[in-house]
């Protein structure tokens, strides 16, 4: 459950008189209530405390410090209370204030209890041209902490059975870049350190085996915030079939999460069109700027570009939303507004590239990639996570 806490409300009645008692802006010796649990301002002590245990916020900072009264060396004891709720997953809880020198009276503190959701997994599976069209996927981590994530390039195992799908690369690898300066590089999953902490993490988040002993690419690692590429390259220079895959692995809440994710790879016509697949997990409502670029990827030196993409995003067989042209999307301003606060590049005016913002119930969706008269070229899809 994601917190948010409102500094409007949550102030004393006398701003000037709570600043002048104590040099930190707050009143000496008041305590606040939280569903029984006393804390004192002075000690940082919990009187009453319950079972603890690892503590992962959804939110980069779970109390807000612009108010007028509140401070950083605050913020410390306010989490550490609010820790034991979300231990217990509490929703049902409020907060009371008080002080014992003084008779101040405070506004009542507002939080409320939001549900969210989240990307936690994009599956793109295509041709990986060796030489420049290879399938390249990127993902953004915002938040506080770092974010497990499990990343994957599939082919041997796709080959076999109960797949047999013909024309497989046959050693895929993974190279990683933070923040466009190479990172580090993945290889067969079988030969990392903790082939079987692979195993478990990938079943328990859903993905599917890889075969034992397979020349397939996986690894497990926690990710600090920034922005990431990881390329799939095939050992010997093979073009061919693989599948790319980027899986949250949280265990519980995180304070980061995925808020871009995107594919880059050769649309082709018929079967050979982009099709990633997208998983929104959580309990909320999300809204998505979804893009499929293909002629403004020029302007960043890619060549063969796809020079009128489209795209429709379907869940269980149904289109929910669908796009050829970004400047006939009925919201274009909105679009454009999404697009800079989601710190998306801009689309040139005259492109042909599609765009539009869709509202997603939690659930997995395909979105299907293509060119308009069966053309084809590089195209980039994305995702974003728009704020409400």
Not at 129 to 146: D, N, R
Not at 173 to 193: A, H, I, K, P
Not at 309 to 334: A, I, M, Y
Request: hydrophobic share 40%.
């Amino acid at each position: 459950m994601q917190v948010e806490y409102n500094p409007v409300v949550a102030r004393p009645a006398n701003n000037t008189l709570a600043r002048n008692i104590h040099p930190c802006g707050r009143p000496v010796g008041w305590t606040f209530l939280v569903l029984g649990f006393l804390v004192s301002c002075a000690t940082g002590l919990i009187a009453q405390d319950p079972q603890s245990a690892n503590y992962n916020s959804e939110t980069s900072s779970s109390w807000e410090t612009d108010s007028e009264w509140l401070h950083a060396g605050d913020i410390d004891l306010y989490n550490t209370t609010l820790k034991h709720l979300r231990e217990q997953n509490r929703t049902d809880w409020s907060i009371t204030l008080s002080q014992s020198f003084m008779d101040i009276d405070y506004e009542p503190f507002e939080l409320s209890v939001l549900p969210i959701s989240r990307f936690s997994n994009l599956s793109t599976r295509a041709k990986s041209i060796a030489g420049g069209g290879e399938l390249v996927t990127g993902f953004v981590v915002e938040g506080t902490g770092k974010l497990p994530l499990l990343l994957r390039a599939v082919a041997p195992t796709l080959a076999g059975a109960p797949f047999n799908l013909a024309g497989t690369i046959s050693d895929p690898t993974l190279r990683l870049s933070f923040n466009q300066d190479f990172l580090e590089s993945y290889d067969n999953w079988g030969e990392t350190s903790d082939p079987v902490n692979l195993s478990v993490a990938a079943q328990r988040i859903g993905a599917f085996p890889l075969n034992s002993g397979s020349l397939d690419t996986a690894a497990l690692r926690e990710y600090a915030p920034g922005v990431y590429t990881a390329r799939l390259e095939e050992k010997q220079g093979e073009s061919g079939i693989a599948l790319l895959e980027l899986y949250d692995a949280t265990e519980g809440q995180s304070s980061a999460q995925l808020t871009n994710i995107s594919s880059r790879a050769v649309v082709g016509s018929g079967d050979d069109v982009l099709v990633p697949g997208v998983v929104i997990a959580g309990d909320a409502l999300l809204r998505v700027l979804i893009r499929a670029v293909g002629p403004t990827l020029t302007t960043y030196g890619v060549t063969n570009v796809l020079a009128d993409p489209q795209f429709s995003v379907l869940r269980d067989g149904e289109t929910v939303g669908s796009n050829n042209d970004w400047k006939l999307f009925p919201r274009r301003d909105e679009l454009v507004a999404a697009s800079n606060g989601a710190g998306a590049f801009a689309l040139e005016e005259d492109s042909k590239d599609a765009a539009a913002i869709l509202t997603l119930e939690p659930g997995v969706y395909t979105v299907l990639v293509s060119g308009v008269g069966d053309t084809t070229g590089q195209a980039l899809v994305e995702l974003y996570k728009l704020k409400n």
